[in-house]
């Protein structure tokens, strides 16, 4: 498995020298290949100064971000693409993570991992949260899309995620309508048409947030817009599996209005926030879609998520081996995960933990038969042993 890290840049050398170090410091052997998209600074003469270590291409003239990934893919040589904007930069165990988890699962054609946001000294400012079980899991095709409907799944901007070349050239390369506004999504859910997806739970990437990053050339307005077009496009490709359990696409509008609202009134934009927020500050169902993906941002204790985890495993495993006869009166395995987590969400609960609480109960505590099976427990727990087989599950702390 070869991997090509390409780095894209236009006259940024000062964070585009921190780029190249970055992929040159990989733990294992990786190409690296520069796209200097008609740079007009000192970019052409530092890339070539460096000489083998680096394949550079120069665009002929200044055709965009979007342009010039596709022109570093068709240079690089790679079965796998590593994509770099200049102003980020790479841990020096990314690539040998990716390749690790991608060998788990041969069918992957996306990879996808944490990435920290850090300001211009380097100083952490957030990082992508943590999601599914262990350090690395992988997300069957079927599922992708609904996930990212949903964002669960936080394939996020390209310095998080490699592709797999292949699919990235059937899947007919990054759209220059879009350039540098949500282009780098409506890439990840074309690939994702031709396999399945990883997540490494593991930060092994440094987002740059500052004034002269690409997105922020965009209107609010305009950024809005996109995004409507892009959970439009995700919104079709949903297997038909998770069609019925999807929100109406009007709903999913109206939650990013309000999104974009919110946004509006952190920048002090309040006559765009008014603008983005009518009509949808009406719709309750917007409202909950907005709250869900609220939640999801704040991080959950790391020993209550791996307790879970970790009994949610043990639930499936025993699931499946409870005889024939049995099974047959038992509520589904789904209905039993939900149960576990309105318990776990209960813990978080006597703990102060509001948020995690509400993150672990969320879609389950609209669940009758999870509810069901929790006041099943409690009232067991006051009676005698002759009642029921099993009395409680426990949650295990690892």
């Given at each position: 498995m070869k991997f090509s890290i390409v780095i894209t840049t236009y006259n940024r050398l000062s964070f585009l020298k921190r780029a190249i170090e970055s992929a040159l410091a990989q733990t294992v052997p990786c190409e690296v290949v520069v796209v200097d998209d008609c740079s007009s600074d000192d970019t052409q003469d530092y890339v070539r100064s460096l000489g083998s270590p680096i394949t550079y291409h120069r665009n002929p003239t200044?055709?965009?971000?979007?342009?010039?990934?596709?022109?570093?893919?068709?240079?690089?040589?790679?079965?796998?693409?590593?994509?770099?904007?200049?102003?980020?930069?790479?841990?020096?165990?990314?690539?040998?993570?990716?390749?690790?988890?991608?060998?788990?699962?041969?069918?992957a054609v996306i990879c996808s991992c944490q990435a920290a946001q850090v300001d211009v000294?380097?100083?952490?400012?957030?990082?992508?949260?943590?999601?599914?079980?262990?350090?690395?899991?992988?997300?069957?095709?079927?599922?992708?899309?609904?996930g990212m409907l949903l964002e669960q799944i936080p394939f996020g901007t390209p310095i998080q995620v490699a592709f797999r070349r292949d699919a990235f050239i059937q899947s007919g390369g990054w759209d220059s309508n879009l350039d540098a506004n949500f282009d780098d999504i409506d890439s990840w859910l074309r690939i994702a048409q031709f396999g399945d997806a990883i997540f490494i739970n593991k930060c092994l990437a440094y987002r740059t947030v500052w004034p002269g990053g690409y997105n922020q050339k965009f209107s609010l307005q305009k950024r809005l817009e996109t995004n409507i077009l892009i959970k439009e496009k995700i919104h079709a490709l949903v297997s038909e599996q998770h069609r019925a359990s999807i929100p109406e696409i009007?709903?999913?509008?109206?939650?990013?209005?309000?999104?974009?609202?919110?946004?509006?009134?952190?920048?002090?934009?309040?006559?765009?926030?008014?603008?983005?927020?009518?009509?949808?500050?009406?719709?309750?169902?917007?409202?909950?879609?907005?709250?869900?993906?609220?939640?999801?941002?704040?991080?959950?204790?790391?020993?209550?998520?791996?307790?879970?985890?970790?009994?949610?495993?043990?639930?499936?495993?025993?699931?499946?081996?409870?005889?024939?006869?049995?099974?047959?009166?038992?509520?589904?395995?789904?209905?039993?995960?939900?149960?576990?987590?309105?318990?776990?969400?209960?813990?978080?609960?006597?703990?102060?933990?509001?948020?995690?609480?509400?993150?672990?109960a969320l879609p389950a505590v609209s669940s009758p038969a999870a509810w069901k099976l929790v006041i099943k427990s409690a009232l067991s727990e006051q009676e005698n042993d002759k009642q029921i087989a099993i009395r409680k599950f426990v949650l295990i702390d690892i």
């Open positions: 200044n055709m965009g971000h979007a342009a010039s990934v596709n022109a570093g893919v068709q240079v690089a040589s790679g079965d796998w693409i590593k994509p770099v904007d200049d102003d980020d930069y790479l841990d020096q165990n990314c690539i040998k993570e990716m390749i690790r988890a991608i060998a788990l699962r041969r069918e000294n380097k100083v952490e400012i957030s990082r992508t949260r943590k999601m599914g079980p262990g350090q690395a899991f992988y997300i069957p095709q079927e599922d992708i899309h609904y009007g709903t999913i509008r109206a939650y990013l209005k309000l999104h974009w609202g919110l946004v509006a009134i952190k920048q002090k934009a309040y006559l765009s926030s008014i603008k983005f927020a009518f009509p949808s500050v009406l719709s309750p169902k917007a409202w909950q879609l907005l709250v869900e993906a609220i939640i999801l941002r704040y991080k959950q204790p790391a020993w209550l998520q791996k307790s879970l985890d970790n009994n949610l495993l043990v639930m499936a495993k025993m699931y499946a081996l409870a005889n024939e006869k049995h099974r047959a009166a038992l509520p589904t395995l789904q209905h039993f995960q939900s149960y576990m987590k309105l318990r776990s969400s209960w813990v978080a609960c006597k703990q102060g933990k509001l948020l995690t609480a509400l993150q672990l």
